[in-house]
Each structure stands twice: as structure tokens, then as C-alpha cells.
């Protein structure tokens, strides 16, 4: 079992950014695939980012690419989501999460772990 801890999120104006952190509080995040989900009022919870171990390799939902970068620091034991040019309908939860496997995964059911999520809003 992990302990994964958000941080970052916030209200922002439509354009802004934000970047949002996961750390692993006594865990080498290095030895898991990481990925980012946001749920919305009343949504199913969607991936937003996923990364590799290594992060060598990511993926992106449709609606966050080009507008959002996943990155990790292994020497901070911390993954980084950064949000620019945000829109109001990017309003949810983030959420961390963490798998052993190694690769990146799309699904939520790949992941073993989750953190309690942070709040971001996205005003008009």
C-alpha cells in the first residue's frame, strides 16, 4: 500500500494555468507507472495523463492534449501535471494514481492506487 498526496489545485480564470503535484510520501514513485484522472459532477472519472516509469513514454486524453504535459522527477519522488491554457469544462477532481506494472495505462482499473484528489476550477 501507497500513500499518494496531491497538491496544486485552485481556481483559476479560463487561459490560466496551473500544475499540480503527486508525491509518495516514503515510496519510490520511480518504481511505478503513474497516471492523472479528474472526475467531474456527475462524470465518469476520465484519464487525463499517463506516464511510464522511466517517463519515457505518456499519453494524453483527447481533450488535454497539447494543452497538458505529464513529467516526473525521480530525484523529487514527484509527478507533475501542468495545465495551461485551461477551460472552464477542465472544472473536476485530480487524481493520482499509481500501478507496479510496467508500461502506461489508460484505464482506470489498471491502477492499484489512489490519492484523495485535488480541486480544480476553471472560471469563465
Known amino acids: 500500500q501507497i500513500e499518494l498526496v496531491e497538491s496544486g489545485g485552485g481556481l483559476v480564470q479560463g487561459g490560466g494555468s496551473l500544475r499540480l503535484s503527486c508525491t509518495g510520501p516514503?515510496?519510490?514513485?520511480?518504481?511505478?507507472?503513474m497516471g492523472w484522472f479528474r472526475q467531474a459532477p456527475g462524470q465518469e472519472r476520465e484519464l487525463v495523463a499517463t506516464i511510464s516509469r522511466s517517463g519515457g513514454s505518456t499519453r494524453y486524453g483527447d481533450s488535454v492534449k497539447g494543452r497538458f504535459t505529464i513529467s516526473r522527477d525521480h530525484n523529487k519522488n514527484t509527478v507533475y501535471l501542468q495545465m495551461n491554457n485551461l477551460k472552464p469544462e477542465d472544472t473536476a477532481v485530480y487524481y493520482c494514481?499509481?500501478?507496479?506494472?510496467?508500461?502506461?495505462?489508460?484505464?482506470?482499473?489498471?491502477?492499484?492506487?489512489w490519492g484523495q484528489g485535488t480541486q480544480v476550477t476553471v472560471s469563465s
Open positions: 494514481a499509481a500501478t507496479q506494472r510496467a508500461g502506461v495505462f489508460i484505464q482506470k482499473v489498471d491502477y492499484n492506487y
Open positions: 516514503g515510496r519510490q514513485l520511480s518504481r511505478y507507472a
